[in-house]
Nanobody, 129 residues
Framework: DVQLQASGGGLVQAGGSLRLSCAAS????????IGWLRQAPGKKREEVSS???????????YYADSVKGRFTISSDNAKNTVYLQMNNLKPEDTAVYYC???????????????????WGKGTQVTVSS
């Protein structure tokens, strides 16, 4: 069975840090781009926005402008796991964070949630001011 297991969310004060993990199984990890998408409070899951993406094959990365310089995505292909290190968190980062797998990286960067092949369960990140 395909699984994307997201973890690492929590409650943190503004300026703090969290590290999210996404453990994948049941598909060929290297063939996919893994993305972190977030659903802001009051929005539907269909209205998620892409935060960051990494192509498991070549390691290329993408960051939304709002998180550049604060978030870092990385991949441990031996563990089929993608991480999102989030530093200097802001209240506007509060959201449910999902990891998702895409066969086409373009969709992760520009078209989410369209093009998602596999969804993980979300993990809540709450940043207090």
């Amino acid at each position: 069975d395909v699984q994307l297991q997201a973890s690492g969310g929590g409650l943190v004060q503004a300026g703090g840090s969290l590290r999210l993990s996404c453990a994948a199984s049941g598909f060929t990890f290297d063939d996919y781009t893994i993305g972190w998408l977030r659903q802001a409070p009051g929005k539907k899951r269909e209205e998620v926005s892409s935060v960051s993406c990494i192509s498991s094959g070549d390691g290329s990365t993408y960051y939304a402008d709002s998180v550049k310089g604060r978030f870092t995505i990385s991949s441990d292909n031996a563990k089929n796991t993608v991480y999102l290190q989030m530093n200097n968190l802001k209240p506007e980062d509060t959201a449910v964070y999902y990891c998702a797998a895409f066969t086409m990286s373009w969709y992760c960067q520009n078209g989410a949630p369209y093009g998602v092949d596999y969804w993980g369960k979300g993990t809540q990140v709450t940043v207090s001011s």
